[in-house]
């Protein structure tokens, strides 16, 4: 495995970790807040389709599929994301919250894998 996928999937995994730091801290609604975390969402979507999957690099076949958990879930925590965003009932957000919470959980999980 190349040293370049390493450092870029150490790279999405600190981008995971930040955004994950940010909502977690959020513990009441804030719709300003999830459009503050979409944007990030965004950038960080953007980043593993970029440098990561649509590159050139050599990655072994069990990468290949750690990448494409990595995208189903990211997809679904664009879903968690919004779903976040129109929860008003302070017990949906809070479940939304939580799932969010564990889809980062698992996306770290798989970060880490990429990279043994």
Not at 1 to 9: A, C, P
Request: with cysteine; aromatic share 6%.
């Amino acid at each position: 495995m190349s040293q370049n996928y390493l450092d870029l999937t150490h790279q999405l995994r600190s981008q995971l970790e930040i955004l994950q730091t940010a909502i977690a801290s959020q513990l009441e609604p804030s719709p300003t807040k999830v459009k503050e975390w979409m944007r990030s969402y965004g950038e960080i979507q953007s980043f593993f389709q970029t440098q990561i999957i649509n590159t050139a690099l050599e990655i072994s076949p069990q990468n290949l599929s750690l990448q494409v958990e990595i995208d189903k879930q990211l997809k679904m925590l664009g879903a968690d994301l919004n779903l976040l965003q129109t929860a008003r009932n302070p017990i949906t957000w809070q479940k939304r919250h939580q799932q969010a919470g564990d889809r980062f959980v698992l996306l770290k999980r798989y970060c880490e894998m990429s990279s043994e």
